[in-house]
C-alpha cells in the first residue's frame, strides 16, 4: 500500500449514487507529515494544507487525483513586490482582515479596544464524516474560527461552513463573515451568473473574469429576483459540453453576498456568505455564529454536467425526503396541480373554487391549491395580511365543505399562505403595530400595501408558528404555498439596544428555517412550496425545507422557456412549478395554442393555473391527454438527466431540452419554435446521454417526427444521426415532444 493511505487516518463512506453514476467513495484524508488535508468524492479532489506561518493554504481544486498522489507541504506564495505582499498572494483558505490583506477576506471582527485585525491561524482538526472540522485561531485574541467540511461522494460537491466563536471576556462584532472563499489560479475564466427582476428571473449572464471584483447579492433581506447565489467559472470559454468548470452556490435565503476577484495577480477567488452590507453581529463572550454552507462542485464536462451534478445532489442531500418513502428515496415527483390565482384573483367562494375543482379533476389534476383571498378582510391587497381566520362571507362554513370536496374529486387540498407580511389594515397591526420591521419615530414604507413582520422576534415567531400550526391541525390540508411579496426596508428591531439591532439579518432567516423545520416535524406529510413574487426565494437553503419552488410570476409560455432554460443552471426540474395559464397571456398578449403551453410547462413540475371554466371541449381533450402522457413520463423529466440542446436565448428560433432516465431506459425530448424564418429548418436534434448500444423507440407525445425517421433505432442513432423532426415542423410558437423508450 502506498505510504499515503497507511500515514493518513481516512474516514470512508461508500454512498450509493443514482442508477447512472457509478458509486464513488467519498474520503478525508489528512497527512500529518506534510500537514496536508484532502478530500475525494465524485470526479473531484480538494486539498489545502497548513502553511509554514501556520496558515490555512489552498492547494488544489480540480478533477479528481489517484490516490497514490501527494502534496508537498503548503508554502506561502512570495511577496513579489512590496505592493504585493506574501499575505496577500497567498491563497488563504478563510482569511480573517489583517496583515495587510487587500482581497476579499473572509471573516472581518472588531474588538471592544479599536483593534480591528484577525489573524487565523490552525489550531487543531478532527475528522468528521467525509470532512474535517478544522480549528483556527487568531494570533493573539481569544476568537476561533472553525471550518467545517463535508465532501459529497457521488457528486463530488463539497460543502463548507464557518462557525466564528468568541472565547474572549468582553464582546466583539463579526463585521462580515463568508462561509467560504473558493480559489483557481490565474488563468482566463468565464463567469456565468442569473439575474433578474419580478416576472423575469433567471437571466444567464456570461461575461470574462476581469481584474477586479464583480459583486453578486441581495440587501433585501431575502435571497431576491434581481440576483441568485448561484456561480459557475468555466475555464476559457463556457460550453454546454465540454470543458472545465467550478461551480457553487449558497444555501442562505436573507442577504448574501458573492465577491468573484481576480486579483493582482489574475489569481481568482469567489467569497460568499452573508452580506457584509449593514451586517453587524454582536458575538458576547461564549457566543457563537455559524455561517450558511457555501456548496461548491467541479467537472470537465463544460455547464450540462454542471447543472446535472447539481440538480442530482440537490436530488439527493438538499431536499426534504418525502414521509413514508424508504431511507435514501429521493423526494416524490410533484403532483400535478390546479392554482386558483390566475382564474379568480382575490375573489374566491366556495362555489367558484368547487366549480374550477371539478374541472381540474376532470383533466387529471392530483392537487387543488386555493390561492391568495380566503382570510381576514381580504378583497384585495390593501386588507387582511395578518389575520389567518377564515373569511366567513366566503366560506360561511369554513374550509371543510370545500376541502372534502376536493377530497370527493380524488385530489389532494393546498393553501395559500404570507405568514411574514402584515397588511397596516388588519387586526393584528392594530393591535401589534411593534412586530413589523421599522425605525423608531420614520414613516414606514409600504410596498404592496404591506409591512414586513420582524420575524426574528421570538413573539412574532410564536404567533406564526401558532397559527400556522393550527390551521394544518384544523384541516386536512397537505399542501402550503409559502408567499412572501415584498422587500425589507428599514429593518429596525427597536427592542434590541442599538450595538445588537443588526443581528436582525441572521435572527430572522434562522426564525424562518426553524418555523419551517418545526411544522414539517409535527405534519410530516404536509409539503411547502417556496413562492416570493414568483422566484424571489429560491436557495440551497429554503430547498432543505421546502418541496418545490414558484419560479416566476410570470407564466407567459414563451417567456417561461427562457427563464426555464436560466433556471436550469442551478436548479432541478423537479422543484420548478410551471402553471399552463390562459391565451392570450396578460404579460405580452402572446396568443398560444394549449399544446404549446402544456409543453413549456412540462419542461418543470406541471400545473394548470388557467380559468378552466372558460375552457371549450378541445382544450380540455388537449390537456387531459399531455396530463396522462406527462405523468407517464414525469420522473424521467423532473429527475433525469437534463441536456439543454438548443438555447431559447439570443434571439434563437428554437430551442430544444432532452431529460434522460438515470438508468438510460426513457428520454424524453421537447422542441419548440418562436418563429421560422425563410422556411429554414429545424436544426436535427442529435440526441444525449442514451446507451448507444441500447434500442430506443419513438413515440410522439405531441407533433410528430420526419416521415424518414424510423419507429426504432440504436441509441447511436438517435445520438450521432439525430432526431429530424422534418418540414411539416414550422410556423410561430409551434410545439412538439416525444418519448425514447428503451426496448
Ligand atoms: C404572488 C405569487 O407569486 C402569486 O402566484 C400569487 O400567489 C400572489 N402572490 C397572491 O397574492
Given at each position: 500500500m502506498h505510504p499515503i493511505l497507511k500515514t493518513f487516518s481516512i474516514a470512508l463512506a461508500l454512498t450509493v449514487g443514482v442508477a447512472s453514476v457509478q458509486a464513488q467513495a467519498a474520503a478525508a484524508y489528512y497527512e500529518a507529515a506534510t500537514k496536508t488535508f484532502r478530500l475525494d468524492g465524485g470526479n473531484t479532489t480538494y486539498a489545502f494544507g497548513v502553511n509554514s506561518r501556520g496558515e490555512l493554504q489552498q492547494l488544489y481544486w480540480g478533477g479528481r487525483l489517484a490516490g497514490t498522489d501527494s502534496f508537498p507541504k503548503a508554502e506561502p506564495l512570495g511577496e513579489r513586490t512590496s505592493f504585493d505582499s506574501s499575505f496577500n498572494n497567498t491563497p488563504q483558505e478563510y482569511s480573517g482582515w489583517g496583515n495587510g490583506i487587500y482581497v476579499e477576506p473572509a471573516l472581518k471582527v472588531s474588538f471592544p479596544d479599536g483593534n480591528r485585525e484577525l489573524v487565523l491561524h490552525y489550531v487543531s482538526h478532527k475528522m468528521v464524516a467525509n470532512g474535517f472540522d478544522v480549528e483556527l485561531k487568531d494570533v493573539a485574541k481569544p476568537i476561533v474560527v472553525v471550518l467545517h467540511y463535508t465532501m459529497d461522494a457521488a457528486t463530488g460537491i463539497l460543502a463548507r461552513s464557518a462557525t466564528i466563536e468568541n472565547r474572549g471576556t468582553l464582546a466583539v462584532t463579526v463585521e462580515q463573515a463568508a462561509a467560504a472563499a473558493w480559489m483557481l489560479p490565474a488563468s482566463h475564466y468565464t463567469l456565468s451568473y442569473l439575474t433578474g427582476r419580478w416576472g423575469s428571473e433567471w437571466t444567464l449572464n456570461q461575461e470574462p473574469v476581469r481584474a477586479g471584483s464583480r459583486v453578486l447579492e441581495s440587501r433585501r433581506g431575502s435571497t431576491g429576483?434581481?440576483?441568485?447565489p448561484w456561480f459557475a467559472l468555466a475555464a476559457g470559454e463556457a460550453t454546454e459540453d465540454a470543458g472545465e468548470v467550478w461551480f457553487g452556490a449558497l444555501?442562505?435565503?436573507?442577504s448574501w453576498r458573492m465577491v468573484v476577484e481576480q486579483d493582482q495577480a489574475n489569481a481568482v477567488r469567489v467569497t460568499g456568505g452573508f452580506n457584509p452590507f449593514d451586517f453587524g453581529f454582536v458575538l458576547h463572550p461564549g457566543q457563537r455564529l455559524e455561517t450558511p454552507v457555501f456548496y461548491s462542485g467541479y467537472t470537465q464536462g463544460g455547464m450540462g454536467a454542471a447543472s446535472r451534478l447539481l440538480h442530482r445532489f440537490e436530488l439527493d442531500r438538499i431536499l426534504p425526503r418525502t414521509a413514508g418513502l424508504p431511507e435514501g428515496s429521493r423526494p416524490k415527483p410533484r403532483p400535478v396541480i390546479y392554482n386558483s390565482w390566475e382564474a379568480t384573483g382575490f375573489n374566491v367562494s366556495e362555489a367558484g373554487q368547487v366549480a374550477l375543482a371539478e374541472r381540474a379533476a376532470a383533466l387529471g389534476v392530483d392537487r387543488f391549491v386555493m390561492d391568495d383571498g380566503w382570510f381576514g378582510q381580504r378583497k384585495d391587497d390593501h386588507a387582511g395580511l395578518g389575520d389567518w381566520y377564515v373569511n366567513k362571507q366566503k366560506f360561511p362554513n369554513g374550509l371543510k365543505p370545500l376541502i372534502d370536496k376536493v377530497h370527493a374529486l380524488g385530489m389532494d387540498f393546498g393553501l395559500w399562505v404570507e405568514p411574514e407580511m402584515v397588511n397596516p389594515n388588519s387586526d393584528l397591526y392594530r393591535q401589534h403595530p411593534d412586530w413589523v420591521l421599522a425605525f423608531p419615530g420614520r414613516p414606514r414604507m409600504e410596498q404592496r400595501n404591506q409591512l414586513v413582520l420582524n420575524l426574528a422576534r421570538p413573539d412574532v415567531r410564536a404567533y406564526l408558528f401558532g397559527f400556522l400550526d393550527k390551521v394544518l391541525t384544523e384541516n386536512d390540508i397537505a399542501f402550503l404555498k409559502w408567499d412572501y411579496n415584498r422587500n425589507w426596508s428599514?429593518?429596525?428591531?427597536?427592542?434590541?439596544p442599538a450595538g445588537e439591532q443588526k443581528r436582525v439579518y441572521v435572527d430572522y432567516v434562522r426564525n424562518l428555517y426553524s418555523i419551517l423545520t418545526e411544522l414539517r416535524r409535527k405534519h410530516p406529510k404536509v409539503e411547502i412550496e417556496s413562492c416570493s413574487g414568483g422566484g424571489g426565494r429560491v436557495d440551497l437553503g429554503i430547498l432543505r425545507l421546502t418541496d418545490e419552488v414558484w419560479a416566476s410570476d410570470n407564466t407567459d409560455p414563451y417567456d417561461r422557456l427562457i427563464q426555464q432554460y436560466g433556471f436550469s443552471f442551478a436548479y432541478t426540474p423537479q422543484v420548478m412549478m410551471a402553471w399552463v395559464t390562459d391565451s392570450p397571456h396578460w404579460e405580452n398578449q402572446r396568443a398560444t395554442t394549449v399544446a404549446y403551453r402544456m409543453l413549456s410547462s412540462m419542461q418543470g413540475s406541471l400545473g394548470i393555473g388557467a380559468?378552466?371554466?372558460?375552457?371549450?371541449p378541445e382544450d380540455v381533450a388537449t390537456a387531459k391527454r399531455l396530463i396522462a402522457a406527462y405523468k407517464q413520463v414525469q420522473p424521467a423529466i423532473a429527475q433525469g438527466d437534463l441536456y439543454r440542446l438548443i438555447a431559447p436565448t439570443g434571439g434563437s428560433a428554437f430551442s430544444a431540452t432532452e431529460n434522460v432516465k438515470a438508468d438510460k431506459s426513457q428520454a424524453v425530448v421537447f422542441a419548440f419554435i418562436h418563429s421560422t424564418i425563410e422556411g429554414y429548418p429545424y436544426p436535427v436534434l442529435k440526441l444525449k446521454g442514451l446507451d448507444p448500444a441500447a434500442e430506443y423507440a419513438l413515440t410522439a407525445i405531441e407533433g410528430k417526427a420526419d416521415?424518414?425517421?424510423?419507429?426504432v433505432a440504436s441509441g447511436a442513432w438517435w445520438m450521432n444521426h439525430g432526431l429530424d423532426l422534418g418540414a411539416d415542423f414550422h410556423g410561430d410558437f409551434q410545439a412538439a415532444a416525444f418519448r425514447l423508450d428503451r426496448k
Open positions: 429576483h434581481q440576483a441568485n444555501a442562505w435565503s436573507g428599514q429593518p429596525g428591531w427597536d427592542q434590541l380559468n378552466i371554466s372558460k375552457w371549450g416521415k424518414a425517421v424510423p419507429a
